[in-house]
């Protein structure tokens, strides 16, 4: 598979290769942005402006999912319960972290 140095390319092939089940949506948005967006594909940027959207969303997805996993993380370290679980497995492979290690190895 060749490879382009251009990232608009590179996304616009693998959009192009892969099935997806598109829908079509209606979104308003501030002019300026929408603005914005037409300008970076002129430049070359994005290989389209529902491809800049898309990736725009599952950034932001991401981002969204990633703040709501931190934030069970610091509700689990205020829990007393999941602490002691949590330091009871510890202790559990506390004896097995050398295993397969030559005496020399540290």
């Known amino acids: 598979m060749e490879v382009s140095s251009n990232p608009a390319r590179i996304i616009a092939r693998r959009r192009r290769g892969a ?5 079509k949506a209606t979104f308003q948005v501030d002019d300026s942005v929408l603005q914005a967006i037409r300008a970076l594909v002129e430049q070359g940027e994005a290989p389209s402006a529902n491809a800049f959207v898309e990736d725009a969303l599952r950034l932001k997805l991401r981002e969204v999912r990633r703040a709501r996993l931190y934030a069970a993380y610091e509700e689990a370290s205020h829990d007393p319960e999941f602490l002691a679980d949590m330091q009871a497995t510890t202790r559990d492979f506390e004896s097995t972290a050398g295993d397969g290690l030559a005496d020399d190895a540290e």
């Open 19 to 23: 099935s997806h089940n598109l829908r």
